[in-house]
Structure formats: structure tokens, C-alpha cells
């Protein structure tokens, strides 16, 4: 098993009349849901702790766009809790994750991902919660190998030590591949009924899945950030290039979730609502952005993001009309709308789909 | 027993949940939120966040696009 002999094979764990206390981190995927159900089977109160980033897939788009409001929806950290049963803390962290995602010390995986760093900040901020909420120790659903960058067996030790957590970090599902933690060594848990997973394969995690009774739970197939995304990254490049600096708001990183994005010139963007039901989320930003929408034909809200003459809004307004149910008409007229409540009323020529090149897309 | 409203319009999922959790840190057991959304999504979580903290919805009434959740804050705060 690997580890170095610290810890006593035979202790035996003595129950306690207060039991010792653990904070898991929840994704809403099947690990964390395993590693905290874990710990409750070794008789420790375990409660959730999930960080909202502004990047978590959670949801959103679909409770944005109208086709999938009908698909039944749910929190998956949230899921999870229910299941086990658990208190379950949600950490709004999105103005401290700036900094991980402008400048992570470890850089980036496939795409902007700043997977290492992401989990050392993290497990950072868990340590800080055990210490203002008097729990002991910290639970994650971490498995060597299981991730190309963040749960490797040369980066596990760089998220313990780096978040400051060492020792009271605990992976249950990897544990005996991992040198004795304190709450194994303090016989807090028993080090013989964790387990040594490891590598890419999900065979394990579903055979405990199914001892534990568990059927249902959320599969993400790419992960739980929209960071790990190849489309959502290149747009998010192309934000930071186009304002010469990398920085975000959270208003940013929303609509980059939302619409077509197309960069017909360097200096703006237009984003165009795809449906009714990002139309209407779109019409939430009208006093932010010049915005368009086609009057005389059915058609989507189009959000105008950069300065822009006369000559790009009439370019704007015939992109509208582009993706307006007038595409094939001679003439659409098309409202365009200054933030500070200004309107006028362009009769334009709709851009033929030739005339859209597809490196205006993002 | 305090009565307050928290609006959390136009943010997305899980935002109207963590303004709920925010607000509902330190009042006291029967005390009231109303929270007023418009992300549909909130309809399902908040009651689920809720169901896990020991709070209790005790009203969602959808007024247009908008929804009004009334939590009522329990022991367990």
C-alpha cells in the first residue's frame, strides 16, 4: 500500500460520544459523493462545503434557454447533500477566483482550466472554513490518476501543502495509496475501510456506488467548469484580447454562457440571441449595451459589446437581419437602442449567409 | 417575527441560493425571507437547499416571469 508505517495497523477506532467532524467538498459527481458517504459509514459527521466560481456548468444555460426549461433541473452539490443527507455550505468565491484564472502559478490544462490551482485554492478555503466552524478535517473525492493535471500522485502533495491543509486532508477513495493522514493516524477514521483507488478507470466508484444504494447520479462528461469548454475558452480569449488586458466581471463571463458570439470587426462583438429564452435573459443587459432587434420580422435581441460608429451599427443591424425570420427578405427594418434610451429605426438589406465569414464566429 | 425581501432578479442559478443563505445567516428561527427570482431554476433549488439547511418554503407563487419564494427560517440556522 505504500505508506510509511506511522500509522498503527491494528488501532482500533474507539467511538467517541462526540463524533469527529469532516468537511467534504461536493462537486455534485459521483466522488465526492462516494468519499463523503465514506466517512459517514465510519461513523464522522460529515457537511458540504461547494465554491461558487461564476464557471460552474451548473445549470445555467439550461434554465437559460427556453427548449430545456421544461427538462427537470436540479443543483447536482445540492443533490448530493440529499442524498446523504447532509448540511451543504455554497461559497460564493467569484472575485477571489479572478486571480486564480488571470494568473494561476501552475498555468493552464487543455483550454483556460487552472485545474491545480483551482483545487489548492479550494481546499485553501476549506481549511479556513475548519478553522471558523471547529471542524477537523477535510474530505475530497480526489483519486490518483483520475485527472490529468489536478490528481496526479506528483500533484496531490502540491494541493495539500500549497492549501495549507497537509495532514487534515483526507482522500477516502485513494487514502491507502497516500501516506497515513492525522485523521488516520489519530485513529479518527480507520485507514483499513478507506480505499486505493487509482487511474482513469470509473469501475470502482460504480461498484461502491451500487453497494451504497446509489443509482442516480450526475456523469459530467466535461467536467464541471466552463473553463475545460474549447468554445467557452476561445471566447474568453477573445475578451481579454480585444480589452488588452485580462480581467473579467461576472456580467462577462455570464454572457460568454449565452448566444451566438460573432467579432465582425476588431474593436465590437455582437452577441444574438439564439431563442425567445435568451432573448429575454439578454434583455436583462439593455441598459448596459447598444442593443438591436428586428421590428418588422421576428428575430433576436443583439447585444452590441465595444464603441461603434454609424457604419458598424448599420453592419450590426443588418447581422440582425441576418438571423432574423426576414433573411430572405429585400428589406428589414431593425430598432437600434443606445443605453441611455435612444432609438431610431434602420431599413436595411439583410447580410447574405456568404457575406458572414466563419471567422467572425467564436 | 421579521419579514424581509431579498431581491435576486436576473442571477442565475445557484446566485438566488447563495443570496438566500447569505441573508438567512443570523435571523432567528420563524423569521421570514421572500426572494424574489427569475432564473426558473431557483423553483428547484432553493427548496432543495432549503430541505438540506432545515428551512421550510412555505409559498412559491410565480407572478409573470418572476418567482416569489417565502422561506421561513428554522431551528438550524
Known amino acids: 500500500m505504500g505508506y510509511n508505517g506511522r500509522f498503527n495497523r491494528n488501532r482500533v477506532v474507539v ?34 462545503i461547494n465554491f461558487y466560481t461564476g464557471f460552474c456548468v451548473e445549470g445555467h444555460t439550461h434554465a437559460i434557454r427556453k427548449k430545456d426549461r421544461d427538462k427537470p433541473k436540479r443543483n447536482n452539490a445540492l443533490w448530493v447533500a440529499e442524498q446523504l443527507g447532509i448540511k451543504l455550505h455554497i461559497v460564493d468565491v467569484i472575485e477571489e477566483y479572478k486571480d486564480i484564472v488571470i494568473n494561476p502559478k501552475h498555468g493552464y490544462g487543455a483550454n483556460l482550466n487552472p485545474c491545480l490551482d483551482c483545487k489548492v485554492f479550494m481546499v485553501r478555503k476549506a481549511r479556513q472554513w475548519i478553522d471558523e ?18 490528481q496526479r500522485a506528483d500533484t496531490l502533495p502540491v494541493v495539500a501543502h500549497e492549501s495549507g491543509a497537509d495532514d487534515l486532508l483526507l482522500r477516502p477513495l485513494c487514502a491507502r495509496n497516500l501516506p497515513p493522514t492525522r485523521p488516520e493516524i489519530e485513529g479518527w477514521v480507520d485507514r483499513e475501510a478507506l480505499y486505493d483507488f487509482q487511474g482513469r478507470t470509473r469501475k470502482p466508484q460504480m461498484a461502491l456506488a451500487r453497494r451504497f444504494g446509489f443509482t442516480d447520479y450526475a456523469q459530467p462528461a466535461g467536467g464541471c467548469c466552463f473553463l475545460t469548454d474549447r468554445q467557452y475558452a476561445v471566447k474568453l480569449a477573445d475578451l481579454w484580447k480585444s480589452r488588452g488586458e485580462r480581467r473579467y466581471e461576472l456580467d462577462d463571463i455570464m454572457l ?17 440571441g439564439r431563442e425567445d429564452g435568451e432573448n429575454r435573459f ?64 434602420l431599413g436595411v438589406e439583410p447580410l447574405a449567409g456568404g457575406d458572414v465569414p466563419k471567422e467572425w464566429y467564436l | 417575527m ?65 418567482l416569489v419564494i417565502t422561506v421561513q427560517v428554522g431551528e438550524a440556522t
Open chain 1, 282 to 345: 439578454l434583455q436583462g443587459y439593455r441598459k448596459q449595451f447598444v442593443h438591436l432587434f428586428p421590428v418588422s420580422h421576428k428575430g433576436p435581441l443583439v447585444l452590441v459589446d465595444g464603441q461603434v460608429d454609424d457604419d458598424d451599427i448599420e453592419l450590426a443591424a443588418r447581422i440582425t437581419a441576418r438571423f432574423s425570420q426576414g433573411r430572405d427578405a429585400d428589406r428589414v427594418e431593425v430598432e437600434v437602442n443606445t443605453p441611455n434610451g435612444g432609438s431610431r429605426t
Open chain 1, 15 to 48: 467511538p467517541m460520544s462526540e463524533p469527529r467532524k469532516a468537511v467534504a467538498l461536493i462537486s455534485g459527481g459521483l466522488d465526492s459523493l462516494l468519499a463523503a458517504r465514506v466517512m459517514q459509514e465510519q461513523g464522522i459527521h460529515v457537511e458540504g
Open chain 1, 256 to 272: 460568454l454562457k449565452v448566444g451566438r458570439h460573432l467579432r465582425p470587426r476588431p474593436h465590437f462583438k455582437l452577441i444574438v
Open chain 2, 2 to 66: 421579521t419579514r424581509v425581501q431579498l431581491d435576486a432578479r436576473r442571477l442565475l442559478c445557484p446566485l438566488p441560493v447563495i443570496r438566500t443563505q447569505e441573508r438567512v445567516e443570523g435571523m432567528a428561527a420563524g423569521d421570514v425571507v421572500e426572494v424574489l427570482c427569475t432564473d426558473p431554476g431557483a423553483r428547484h433549488d432553493i427548496p432543495a437547499w432549503c430541505r438540506v439547511n432545515g428551512h421550510q418554503v412555505i409559498d412559491i407563487e410565480e407572478r409573470g416571469d418572476e
Open chain 1, 133 to 150: 466552524h471547529g471542524f477537523d478535517f477535510i474530505v475530497t473525492g480526489e483519486v490518483i490518476g483520475q485527472r490529468p493535471k489536478s
